[in-house]
């Protein structure tokens, strides 16, 4: 099919060419001649990478397309078009190598929480009011561009609590940034809560649906597909994000970095409305110990929710359910904690980091078991 079709395009180029030299009034067919060409060619080349994955999808089991979709993707990384993206769409897999949460991410987010704990202890000192200090990446990325970073501007102020937000450059958005304490509670039992998809179906009414869609044996990282209820009349939104927490011992911090994504096995479904950009980093500082009461967390987040609301109605609906679910976050971890409910222990179950020599994901499969784990990797919260 592809041997026969140089031929005729040739004479129809040069037919199209003759027309345009003798009329200005003709010169647009040549670009229509070309336009049908490319359309012709491209459907021709989708309907064939069809093709080639269903016959990989009927030859080789999901695993073993993983495999073969990365290596894939590692050779036709940075070539024009960047096929080896269309490759993976087509083949309905998720690609790593690109989406997951790398180490970088999750040291960011510390070095953002040890900045602005020495800023917040020196200001207590000076009795001046503390404002979150801009990363130092941010900061040289602005001079460098000619940009300018917005500063924070103070939202909330409590004793235990405090709320910061700034415009987000380019865009109606805000980035928020909350800094906190608890004092009643663990760091452990605080993380293991937010992470424990199954109790917070429980805990959190909003919830319409939660689950983890994949998980990544390298990094840890796991995609879930969240749905949640907002405000009336608006409509319900989804989620999918990657997320990868890290529990560093020797350094007595605990991080969760999460951010948008999209998974071929969770398309936009018209009855919700999908949020695209969505980032949302925390990090735990104990007082003592893991498992003594008392720490110290900085959540850094931003969305944008796809509303037609001004900008500020979007503003005060953050600012104001932000403290609301932290609230029903620190309320659903004492529940547990008085009430012995069972929550996993992920501290505990992380497995170890495997590096470079994992070689494959673990499917969706383990969804349906994620509420169900054995005694060994369920601890009281």
């Given at each position: 099919?592809?041997?026969?079709?140089?031929?005729?395009?040739?004479?129809?180029?040069?037919?199209?060419?003759?027309?345009?030299?003798?009329?200005?009034?003709?010169?647009?067919?040549?670009?229509?001649?070309?336009?049908n060409q490319c359309r012709f060619?491209?459907?021709?080349?989708?309907?064939?990478?069809?093709?080639?994955?269903?016959?990989?999808?009927?030859?080789?089991?999901?695993?073993?397309?993983?495999?073969?979709?990365?290596?894939?993707?590692?050779?036709?990384?940075?070539?024009?078009?960047?096929a080896s993206a269309l490759m993976?769409?087509?083949?309905?897999?998720?690609?790593?190598?690109?989406?997951?949460?790398?180490?970088?991410?999750?040291?960011?987010?510390?070095?953002?929480?040890?900045?602005?704990?020495?800023?917040?202890?020196?200001?207590?000192?000076?009795?001046?009011?503390?404002?979150?200090?801009?990363?130092?990446?941010?900061?040289?990325?602005?001079?460098?561009?000619?940009?300018?970073?917005?500063?924070?501007?103070?939202?909330?102020?409590?004793?235990?609590?405090?709320?910061?937000?700034?415009?987000?450059?380019?865009?109606?958005?805000?980035?928020?940034?909350?800094?906190?304490?608890?004092?009643?509670?663990?760091?452990?039992?605080?993380?293991?809560?937010?992470?424990?998809?199954?109790?917070?179906?429980?805990?959190?009414?909003?919830?319409?649906?939660?689950?983890?869609?994949?998980?990544?044996?390298?990094?840890?990282?796991?995609?879930?597909?969240?749905?949640?209820?907002?405000?009336?009349?608006?409509?319900?939104?989804?989620?999918v994000y990657v997320r990868r927490?890290?529990?560093?011992?020797?350094?007595?911090?605990?991080?969760?970095?999460?951010?948008?994504?999209?998974?071929?096995?969770?398309?936009?479904?018209?009855?919700?409305?999908?949020?695209?950009?969505?980032?949302?980093?925390?990090?735990?500082?104990?007082?003592?110990?893991?498992?003594?009461?008392?720490?110290?967390?900085?959540?850094?987040?931003?969305?944008?929710?796809?509303?037609?609301?001004?900008?500020?109605?979007?503003?005060?609906?953050?600012?104001?359910?932000?403290?609301?679910?932290?609230?029903?976050?620190?309320?659903?971890?004492?529940?547990?904690?008085?009430?012995?409910?069972?929550?996993?222990?992920?501290?505990?179950?992380?497995?170890?980091?495997?590096?470079?020599?994992?070689?494959?994901?673990?499917?969706?499969?383990?969804?349906?078991?994620?509420?169900?784990?054995?005694?060994?990797?369920?601890?009281?919260?």
């Amino acid at each position: 099919m592809f041997l026969r079709r140089p031929p005729a395009l040739a004479s129809w180029l040069a037919g199209a060419a003759a027309a345009a030299g003798r009329g200005g009034a003709q010169g647009g067919g040549l670009l229509a001649l070309l336009a049908n060409q490319c359309r012709f060619v491209t459907g021709l080349r989708v309907r064939r990478a069809q093709q080639i994955a269903q016959l990989y999808g009927r030859l080789y089991s999901e695993s073993s397309r993983r495999v073969l979709l990365g290596r894939l993707w590692r050779r036709l990384r940075g070539r024009p078009g960047h096929a080896s993206a269309l490759m993976a769409a087509l083949a309905g897999v998720f690609v790593w190598d690109e989406e997951r949460i790398q180490e970088e991410e999750l040291q960011r987010s510390i070095d953002e929480m040890k900045r602005l704990e020495e800023m917040s202890h020196m200001f207590q000192r000076s009795g001046v009011e503390c404002h979150p200090p801009e990363p130092k990446s941010q900061r040289e990325g602005n001079e460098d561009s000619g940009g300018k970073e917005q500063p924070w501007e103070m939202v909330m102020d409590k004793k235990h609590f405090k709320l910061w937000r700034r415009p987000i450059t380019g865009t109606h958005l805000y980035q928020y940034r909350v800094f906190g304490t608890y004092t009643d509670v663990t760091p452990r039992q605080f993380f293991n809560v937010q992470l424990d998809t199954e109790y917070r179906k429980k805990w959190d009414a909003l919830v319409i649906k939660l689950e983890v869609i994949e998980r990544d044996v390298v990094s840890g990282s796991e995609v879930l597909h969240w749905v949640t209820h907002f405000p009336y009349p608006m409509y319900s939104r989804d989620y999918v994000y990657v997320r990868r927490y890290s529990v560093d011992q020797e350094n007595n911090v605990m991080v969760l970095v999460s951010r948008a994504v999209e998974h071929p096995s969770v398309p936009e479904s018209p009855e919700f409305v999908r949020v695209r950009s969505y980032e949302s980093q925390m990090v735990i500082r104990p007082h003592k110990s893991f498992d003594e009461n008392g720490f110290d967390y900085l959540l850094t987040y931003s969305d944008n929710p796809q509303t037609v609301f001004p900008r500020y109605c979007v503003s005060w609906m953050v600012s104001s359910g932000m403290p609301d679910f932290l609230e029903k976050l620190h309320m659903a971890t004492l529940k547990a904690k008085n009430m012995e409910i069972k929550v996993k222990d992920y501290i505990s179950s992380k497995p170890l980091e495997t590096g470079s020599e994992a070689k494959a994901t673990t499917p969706s499969s383990e969804r349906k078991n994620e509420g169900s784990c054995g005694p060994a990797r369920i601890e009281y919260a």
